[in-house]
């Protein structure tokens, strides 16, 4: 049995096998360690019969190189590829916030004449309210006095209202350097027949 | 050598906790009222000439100004001049408030008979106010180089805010005042950053203002009852009283508005009704919502054919509640 293995290896190294025997042949050196002991063997004198020189290797070796392939961690994921993470909608939020303030303090930044106004009590009844609860509900939480939009708009009739109501309530309209004179005007009348 | 160590460490801790106790307790008298210090405050107030420059800071704007207090022959007369834009000098004789507009040279005079003082007004009947604020010395502290006692107004329950006033301690003058709010942050404040005590300052006539556009002559606001009103308040929080009611009209319109003013001392509340108006657009506004203007807190509700707004610089629960409270009149009873 072991005399045909023989043969058989001798006939693998020099390549007159045909595929299934070789391929046979495979399978048993992979189970029987002395077949690769056998094939290392002829496969070194074989060399040594084809050339001059003869280089000794040790019987190991390929042992050794096979062991250390095996060992080598088997990655499953493309090491290419990083995991793509989904952003939460809160992430995506507070960037987008951070955006519109960088845009904002950016024009701010560049219209020095509106980067010192803070907004007045006059100024801000003058807002439409739907505006105040827009910037209310804003995630940026921005103090009143901070509004950044300074711009007049057309105030709704309510809104005078509430400025006229303002102003008939405190005094602070003289104190508070409320920059609008207008509404004042209307104190006036009120006070007056 | 061990217990001497431990001797001077002792001794060094007991002379530190003395300092202490000293800084807290010896300079202020053990008897020193906080209502007593507001009294002789008030006093001061009315019957001194001084000057100095204050700075107000309201809503994220610092207004500094000049200010004046003259008194002749019992006559006041408080006066404030701006140092920023718009340039402006106001005046207060009495109830009435003139502002010139030195840009436009525009005059506008205003009525005020509810205040006394662009400072802070002080309610004449301090021990009424027991059930609803806690009022104490609670420190020494310098403001505008001058010592000042502190005294603290604290509120009994939230429908109000806290406040602190510093009284110089040779005069009794007031050189800061502070409010907080629910979350005992600051919301408002003036503060002296220097006073001088004269013997005499001279009382100025508004005549004299240089207006190109006198205002028309000034009537008295006609203070009428508040039974007259077209509603009640069922839910007002304890302390706030009426000050003052009246029928005018507020806008640019012959449109008759009710006001009624009313305070606890020192937080005041005030409730405005008029004619519904149908081109007005009341969803804008939150109806039933508390908004929100700098310190200020109002709220605005329909009843009837009638528009309700409630403002007041006290707590956004506190304008609810009385909002919530409105009820109309049965004239008929």
Excluded at chain 2, 109 to 122: C, G, N, Q, W
Excluded at chain 2, 153 to 178: G, M, S, T
Excluded at chain 2, 219 to 226: A, D, E, G, T
Excluded at chain 2, 246 to 255: A, G, L, V
Aim: glycine share 2%; net charge negative.
């Amino acid at each position: 049995m072991n005399e045909e293995l023989n043969q058989k290896i001798s006939q693998f190294l020099d390549n007159e096998l045909d595929h299934d025997e070789a391929l046979s042949l495979l399978q048993k050196m992979q189970s029987r360690s002395e077949l690769i002991n056998t094939k290392n063997r002829y496969e070194a004198i074989s060399h040594a019969i084809k050339s001059d020189v003869f280089l000794a290797v040790d019987p190991a070796f390929s042992a050794k190189i096979s062991e250390a392939i095996q060992q080598e961690p088997t990655y499953l994921l493309s090491r290419n590829k990083k995991p793509v993470r989904r952003p939460s909608p809160k992430l995506l939020a507070l960037a987008a916030s951070v955006a519109v303030v960088a845009v904002l303090a950016t024009q701010n930044m560049n219209n020095p004449a509106e980067r010192v106004k803070t907004s007045s009590i006059l100024q801000l009844a003058q807002r439409p309210i739907a505006e105040q609860q827009i910037a209310k509900q804003s995630p940026i939480k921005q103090p009143s006095q901070s509004v950044v939009n300074t711009h007049k708009t057309e105030p709704y009739p309510l809104n005078a209202r509430i400025n006229d109501y303002l102003q008939a309530h405190d005094n602070s309209v003289y104190t508070h350097g409320e920059v609008n004179a207008e509404p004042m005007t209307r104190v006036t009348a009120y006070s007056q027949e | 050598m061990t217990a001497v160590l431990k001797f001077f460490f002792l001794a060094l801790f007991l002379s530190s906790g003395a300092v202490n106790a000293e800084d807290s307790s010896l300079t202020i008298p053990h008897n020193t009222n906080g209502k007593d210090v507001l009294i002789k405050m008030t006093q001061a107030m009315k019957t001194l000439n001084y000057q100095g420059t204050v700075a107000f800071l309201k809503n994220g704007r610092l207004e500094p100004m000049k200010y004046f207090h003259a008194v002749e022959k019992g006559v006041e007369q408080e006066r404030l001049l701006s140092l920023n834009s718009p340039l402006r000098e106001i005046v207060r004789d009495a109830d009435r408030v003139s502002c010139l507009f030195k840009a436009r040279h525009q005059l506008i005079v205003d009525h005020r008979p509810f205040e006394r003082s662009f400072l802070i007004d002080i309610p004449a009947n301090l021990d009424a106010l027991d059930a609803i604020y806690n009022i104490t010395v609670v420190g020494e502290e310098d403001v505008a180089m001058l010592p000042a006692l502190v005294i603290a107004i604290q509120p009994k329950d939230n429908f109000r805010y806290a406040r602190k006033i510093w009284v110089e301690k040779q005069h009794f003058l007031p050189l800061k005042v502070l409010v907080y709010n629910l979350a005992n942050e600051a919301i408002e404040q003036l503060v002296f950053t220097e006073l001088q005590l004269k013997e005499t300052l001279p009382l100025v006539d508004v005549k004299f203002l240089n207006a190109v556009n006198p205002p028309p002559p000034v009537h008295p606001l006609p203070i009428q009852k508040s039974d007259q009103a077209n509603f009640v308040l069922a839910n007002l929080p304890q302390g706030f009283q009426e000050l003052f009611f009246t029928r005018k009209p507020i806008h640019n319109s012959d449109e008759q508005v009710d006001h009624l003013l009313m305070s606890d001392g020192f937080a005041s509340v005030s409730v405005y009704m008029e004619n519904k108006n149908a081109a007005s657009q009341p969803e804008l506004y939150g109806q039933g919502s508390v908004q929100s203007i700098g310190t200020v807190n109002f709220i605005s509700r329909t009843l009837g054919d009638f528009e309700f707004t409630v403002m007041g610089e006290v707590p956004a629960e506190t304008v609810k509640l009385i909002a919530d409270g409105i009820k109309l009149r049965d004239l008929k009873n």
